[in-house]
């Protein structure tokens, strides 16, 4: 076997496209920001799309199966009474709207500048300890409010 068909192996393994996530991370951070901006609620729990004045199905599917909130239920109605700056709406729907939608939208200037890292070569940031520490805080948050939801 003549040496120009095999190849060396890389002294370092390869790395998969970093830029892949970070693409995926906005192009799911955009629209959920930008429909709690265009969407808008009419009552405690009906979110309508403009221009239709039609109003969304209800999408828990414990709440179709079982008749029970979940502890994300009322994130949807959360982030639009944020968008539109209703701060009280926005915390009876689910207090932990407000670290989720933070978070989503903490994601637009972050990935984008992620993106322009990787595009310089240079190495992204790292946040993984503090993403996992607010994560749990999220989890606790939903996880009590549905609780104490569930006992009143």
Not at 35 to 54: A, C, E, K, Q, R
Not at 60 to 71: A, E, F, I, N
Request: aromatic share 14%; proline share 9%; glycine share 8%.
């Amino acid at each position: 076997m003549s040496s120009s068909l095999v190849t060396p192996l890389p002294d370092e393994p390869v790395q998969p496209r970093r830029w892949a996530f970070h693409v995926l991370m906005l192009a799911i951070s955009l629209p959920v920001i930008g429909l709690s901006f265009l969407l808008y609620l009419d009552g405690p729990t009906h979110v309508v799309i403009p221009w239709f004045d039609m109003p969304l199905p209800p999408s828990c599917g414990m709440q179709r199966v079982l008749g029970l909130d979940c502890p994300g239920c009322g994130l949807t109605r959360s982030f639009i009474a944020l968008a539109h700056g209703d701060l009280n709406a926005s915390l009876a729907f689910n207090p932990g709207g407000f670290l989720v939608f933070g978070l989503a939208l903490f994601q637009i200037p972050y990935r984008i500048a992620q993106l322009y890292r990787v595009w310089l070569g240079e190495k992204p940031w790292d946040l993984t300890t503090m993403s996992l520490w607010f994560w749990s805080l999220i989890g606790v948050v939903l996880i009590f409010q549905w609780v104490v939801k569930m006992v009143l």
